[in-house]
């Protein structure tokens, strides 16, 4: 059985239906790529995957679990963890405190942790790890306004690692992103690959193509192509088509 | 077999101007029968009456006469927040329909289906860098192996387009001055020769 499963979500905003009848299957231990033209519904998808948005129909399952309709924490706690398009760090703060306050052992205290934080060995040894498996050692006391673009991406996935998740999302982690800091970007996604499961959504089809295992392709709203880079490949317009260049 | 997956009976759309003496500006006139689940082919000159005709069979825009049979149930008659069960038009990218609505609900027909039976897609965008022609043809040939309609509007400015539309579709609409022309085959649609005018170069 699939780690995660969407079955016939269905979502509207007043008039406009945004997600039909999508399904979805992700398998423990792969990289699943969600890719799709501008406007097709992804993050839409995303949002109601994540439990940001209620589906107006069908089931959202993880692990055994049917987690439709909980409230975002509650799935986080569950094992599901987000990485957004658009960055969510405190600028103010080092990378490492960034990734100190998304503990949970940090974040179920009160909410003043930040000064708390220094006096933490073992919260600061346990961010010391993330930083180091996303690439970000020796980085740790650099503000956040400081580093680069390529590594703010970086540290937005080491915070969505810190709740140690068994189900990762990452939204777009390309964005911006220049070919050297999207090839470093792609050998870390590689990496966190070896030990959590990852649903991805990707613009850039080279970046996805080299690295998912399967790939749904939304439009319209719907799941419209669904198979492994391979055999999306073997399409005669994919293969005439910029697509079909890659090796 | 039952009912046709779409019958468009009769069908007439006037716009008037003038409210003493109106003048029609615009008459669309259909009538057609399509018993199968197939891939149409729709063409025709912008500001031809496709979208008023796509509108029409989706029942976003109301008829001046005869009916749209959606699988036996008239699309006009069936609430206005479940019409998009039997038939849904997608605009490029994303689908937007704007219902007036004139009658409530309870004085309405369910749509009687979770996943709508007729999809009008109005000018996809498609380009031939990106590799999501494929998928898309993918996805209109699976909608058609399960039972539905597919219709594809294409105002072809490019080979290519064409290429699209022979490998896809197996019957054709050509839309010109608000009036019909349909054909069975890509070779009988191009032997028209308004369809010729209109196609003009692409087809050298």
Redesign the interface.
């Known amino acids: 059985m699939a780690l995660f499963e969407a079955r016939g979500l269905h979502k509207r905003f007043g008039?406009?239906?945004?997600l039909?009848?999508i399904n979805l299957a992700f398998e423990a231990g792969s990289l699943s790529g969600i890719m799709g033209?501008?406007?097709?519904?992804k993050t839409t998808c995303f949002n109601v995957l994540t439990g940001r948005y209620r589906p107006d129909r069908g089931s959202v399952r993880f692990d055994g679990d049917d987690i439709t309709g909980w409230a975002p924490h509650r799935i986080v706690r569950r094992g599901i963890s987000r990485s957004f398009q658009i960055m969510n760090l405190f600028d103010e703060y080092s990378a490492l405190d960034n990734v100190v306050v998304a503990l949970p052992s940090v974040r179920s205290r009160s909410f003043d942790v930040l000064h708390a934080i220094d006096a933490d060995s073992e919260a600061q040894d346990r961010a010391e790890t993330i930083l180091d498996r996303v690439g970000l050692r020796g980085r740790e006391r650099v503000n956040v306004r400081s580093l680069s673009y390529g590594e703010r991406r970086a540290l937005e996935i080491g915070v969505a690692l810190a709740t140690d998740p068994r189900l990762l999302f990452v939204d777009e982690p390309t964005a911006g992103l220049g070919t050297g800091a999207t090839a470093r970007l792609a050998e870390l996604i590689q990496e966190l690959k070896r030990h959590t499961t990852i649903v991805m959504i990707e613009h850039d089809?080279r970046f996805l193509f080299g690295l998912a295992d399967r790939i749904s392709?939304i439009?319209?709203?719907?799941v419209?192509?669904e198979g492994t880079p391979d055999e999306?490949r073997e399409?005669?317009?994919?293969r005439?088509?910029?697509?079909?260049g890659l090796a | 077999m039952g009912q046709p997956i779409l019958r468009v009976d009769g069908l007439r759309k006037s716009y008037r101007r003038g409210l003493l003496r109106p003048v029609e500006t615009f008459r669309l006139e259909a009538d057609f029968t399509v018993e199968e689940p197939a891939v149409v082919g729709v063409m025709g000159p912008n500001g031809s009456g496709k979208t008023t005709l796509f509108e029409l069979i989706t029942g976003s825009n109301t008829p001046s006469a005869g009916q749209v049979l959606c699988q036996g149930r008239n699309v006009h008659e069936v609430r206005y927040d479940e019409r998009d069960r039997l038939a849904i038009h997608y605009h490029q990218s994303y689908q937007v329909r704007h219902f007036r609505r004139t009658r409530p609900a309870f004085l309405m027909q369910r749509a009687g289906s979770d996943y709508p039976i007729v999809h009008l897609f109005d000018e996809p965008q498609f380009n031939t860098q990106d590799g999501y022609i494929g998928f898309m043809l993918d996805f209109f040939r699976k909608l058609r192996g399960e039972g539905r309609l597919v219709f594809l509007c294409l105002h072809p400015n490019e080979r290519f387009h064409l290429e699209i539309l022979q490998e896809i579709c197996e019957r054709f609409v050509f839309v010109r001055n608000g009036r019909l022309t349909h054909a069975d085959s890509f070779d009988e649609l191009v032997g028209h020769e308004p369809v010729r005018e209109y196609l003009g170069a692409l087809l050298r």
């Open positions: 008039d406009q239906v945004v039909e009848e033209p501008n406007g097709a519904g089809m392709v439009h319209w709203g719907q419209i192509a999306l399409n005669p317009w994919v005439r088509s910029n697509l079909g």
